[in-house]
């Protein structure tokens, strides 16, 4: 069972994944898909405000943010891992709960990528934004580093994001019933 969407000027069809008995969500993956990944880099770009870095946090928003910095011309983005790396030092970490995960995490950023986003306008992205708890993960750690969040930007929102008027989005993603319709 799939379902149709169309972003950026081109459609695909999303597994339905189901939740719960009640409740199931289209699968976006990005992934693989170069042809998805750059339309909708570009698409954001033109909608985001001026920013310094971007930030996504692993793993499914580093082909977007990979391209949006790349289109940007921009040499640098920064990425939030799952599990700290033997060359990252000065580590700064936050607990994220997410609605893909079926349990809690912990994001980590570098010491030397905070120190870069200290006073500079950060633009957090990712591909799709749903309970927003990525969203607040990422918020926090680049409220630590002292970066200054400029915007949140996502390829769609779903559910109780769409409602959100501090979230720059492409498309919305309904929440679907077992059946693979919309919900409401």
């Keep these: 069972m799939f379902y149709r969407l169309k972003v950026a000027g081109l459609e695909r069809d999303l597994p339905v ?12 993956v990005i992934f693989g898909d170069p042809e998805l990944t750059v339309a909708c880099a570009r ?3 033109a909608k985001a405000p001026e920013y310094d870095y971007i930030i996504t946090a692993e793993a499914k928003g580093i082909p977007l943010a990979h391209e949006m910095a790349r289109q940007a011309g921009q040499s640098k983005y920064i990425l ?17 709960n997410s609605i ?9 950023l570098d010491g030397a990528d905070a120190a870069l986003m200290k006073g ?12 927003g708890e990525s969203l607040r993960a990422l918020e926090v750690l680049v409220e630590q580093a002292g970066g200054v969040i400029c915007g949140r930007m996502a390829i769609l929102a ?9 979230l720059i989005y492409l498309e ?13």
Aim: charged share 30%.
């Design 172 to 184: 919305p993603l309904p929440l679907l019933k077992p059946d693979g319709t919309p919900i409401g």
């Design 100 to 108: 893909t995960t079926a349990r809690e995490q912990k994001l980590y």
């Design 17 to 28: 994944c189901p939740l719960n008995e009640n409740l199931s969500i289209a699968g976006f």
């Design 120 to 131: 500079k306008r950060i633009l957090i992205v990712d591909d799709v934004i749903s309970t």
């Design 80 to 96: 939030a891992r799952k599990s700290p790396k033997l060359y990252m030092r000065d580590l700064f970490s936050v607990t994220v």
């Design 43 to 45: 698409d954001l770009l």
């Design 158 to 166: 779903e559910g109780d994001a769409i409602g959100r008027e501090d």
